[in-house]
Structure formats: structure tokens, C-alpha cells
């Protein structure tokens, strides 16, 4: 008789997880936009209470945690690579003004945004070798 009872919470199990992983896609498309527990409970076909306690469980965090690790994320992959400007960043995940964004992202980064794309920007390589430019043109005579 426990077989059938165990059956039952694996796949009661698969349902959650399946469920979890439809909220996670939801937040990672929709990161610009207000992401209310409610909402999310919708997505995933709970009641905001139940789904707030199951989130917590598989997840590791509140939903509203995730949801801000999940901007973080986005924005230092964004300050890292490329040069857009922060207010474009802060609306692009969501956020109603830069300065908002700032706080939340020194927060938890240590930091605010323009010093960690500072800190982190990559290196482009110019086209051409301006030492070997720079040779050349010492080089030639004056006319």
C-alpha cells in the first residue's frame, strides 16, 4: 500500500519542479517588468501563500530574492560587456530609475554599477598595431 503512496509524491514532485522551472523561465523573460509573488503564483498554478513556502523549499530563496539575483545577474553581465548606459540597464530589468537600480546593485555587488563596469571591462583590441603606426610615421621625413 506505501507504493502507491510514494508514486503519487514523486510525480506530485515532477509536477512542482515542472512548475518551478516554468516560474524560472517566466522571470528570466520577463525581468523588465514588475514580478509580483502573485503573478508568479499564477504561472505556477498555486495560491501566493503556497507558492511562496514551495518556491522557498526548491529554490533556496524567496521569490522576491531570486527575482533581484537574478537582475544582479543580468546587469553585471550587461556592465561587463557592454557599453550601454545605466538608466537603459536600470529600466531594462525593471527597475523605475537609476537610482534605485544603484542601491540594490551596490547592495549586493559592494559596489555601484559604473565602478564595477570599470572594474570589469574587457580589453578590445584596436584593429591596427598603434606601436608599429606610431614607428612608421617617426620614420618618414618632412617634406
Same mark, same amino acid.
Given at each position: 500500500?506505501?507504493?502507491?503512496?510514494?508514486? !503519487?509524491?514523486?510525480?506530485?514532485?515532477?509536477?512542482?519542479?515542472?512548475?518551478?522551472?516554468?516560474? !524560472?523561465?517566466?522571470?528570466?523573460?520577463?525581468?523588465?517588468?514588475?514580478?509580483?509573488?502573485?503573478?508568479?503564483?499564477?504561472?505556477?498554478?498555486?495560491?501566493?501563500?503556497?507558492?511562496?513556502?514551495?518556491?522557498?523549499?526548491?529554490?533556496?530563496?524567496?521569490?522576491?530574492?531570486?527575482?533581484?539575483?537574478?537582475?544582479?545577474?543580468?546587469?553585471?553581465?550587461?556592465?561587463?560587456?557592454?557599453?550601454?548606459?545605466?538608466?537603459?540597464?536600470? !529600466?531594462?530589468?525593471?527597475?523605475?530609475?537609476?537610482?534605485?537600480?544603484?542601491?540594490?546593485?551596490?547592495?549586493?555587488?559592494?559596489?555601484?554599477?559604473?565602478?564595477?563596469?570599470?572594474?570589469?571591462?574587457?580589453?578590445?583590441?584596436?584593429?591596427?598595431?598603434?606601436?608599429?603606426?606610431?614607428?612608421?610615421? !617617426?620614420?618618414?621625413?618632412?617634406?
Amino acid at each position: 500500500m506505501s507504493e502507491p503512496v510514494l508514486e !503519487r509524491l514523486s510525480q506530485h514532485e515532477i509536477v512542482g519542479q515542472a512548475a518551478m522551472s516554468a516560474v !524560472r523561465t517566466h522571470i528570466q523573460t520577463h525581468l523588465d517588468n514588475a514580478l509580483p509573488v502573485a503573478g508568479l503564483a499564477a504561472v505556477a498554478g498555486l495560491s501566493p501563500f503556497h507558492f511562496a513556502r514551495k518556491f522557498k523549499t526548491m529554490v533556496g530563496m524567496p521569490p522576491h530574492s531570486y527575482v533581484t539575483k537574478m537582475r544582479i545577474e543580468r546587469a553585471c553581465l550587461l556592465l561587463a560587456e557592454t557599453d550601454v548606459p545605466l538608466r537603459e540597464i536600470a !529600466r531594462d530589468l525593471g527597475y523605475s530609475n537609476q537610482s534605485g537600480f544603484t542601491k540594490v546593485f551596490g547592495d549586493h555587488m559592494g559596489m555601484p554599477p559604473g565602478a564595477y563596469r570599470r572594474v570589469t571591462a574587457r580589453v578590445v583590441t584596436p584593429l591596427t598595431n598603434p606601436p608599429q603606426a606610431a614607428a612608421g610615421r !617617426r620614420g618618414r621625413r618632412a617634406p
